[in-house]
């Protein structure tokens, strides 16, 4: 059986030709940095050849493709943009109109106020009025019924 070291690989003083019950072994494939070029026919990097031309497309595709989505971000994020603000126009002119509503609200409320305690002032008057005219209507009723 073999040793796996820290890293999860077999270390390599123990051998590797048993595999491990129940870890499955994963082929390793040789991993290829995209500065180190292409190789052909060795395992030397090719820095001085251009990349093949189905690479080249393939990279201008993808460029391409790239640079579409950015623009159409850019369209989506302006058209969002513009949404929101006329959004927020629409809800700055609905407070404003709320708050002119509530300013004559308020006036109104102030009008009627005034209103109530003039017609309660009035309404006092003529009872009172009305108490004197009643109170001098009796008198002479009593007056009238003494003779």
Do not use: Y
């Not at 870890?23 to 494939?29: C, E, G, K, N």
């Not at 391409?64 to 700055?92: C, F, P, V, Y």
């Amino acid at each position: 059986m073999a040793r796996l070291g820290v890293s999860g690989e077999p270390s390599p003083c123990t051998s590797t030709s048993h595999s491990t019950p129940g870890v499955a072994s994963t082929p390793q494939t040789p991993v290829f940095s995209s500065r180190a070029g292409f190789v052909s026919g060795g395992d030397r990097p090719l820095t001085s050849e251009p990349p093949p031309r189905w690479a080249r497309r393939r990279r201008r595709s993808v460029a391409r493709t790239i640079a579409a989505e950015l623009a159409e971000n850019r369209r989506l994020a302006r058209e969002l943009s513009k949404r929101e603000e006329e959004k927020l126009d629409r809800l700055i002119a609905i407070g404003e109109e709320a708050s002119a509503q509530q300013d004559t609200a308020n006036e109104l409320r102030r009008d009627a106020v005034i209103a109530v305690r003039r017609l309660a002032t009035a309404v006092e008057e003529a009872t009172g009025a009305f108490q004197l005219g009643l109170e001098k209507l009796l008198q002479r009723l009593i007056s009238n019924t003494k003779t």
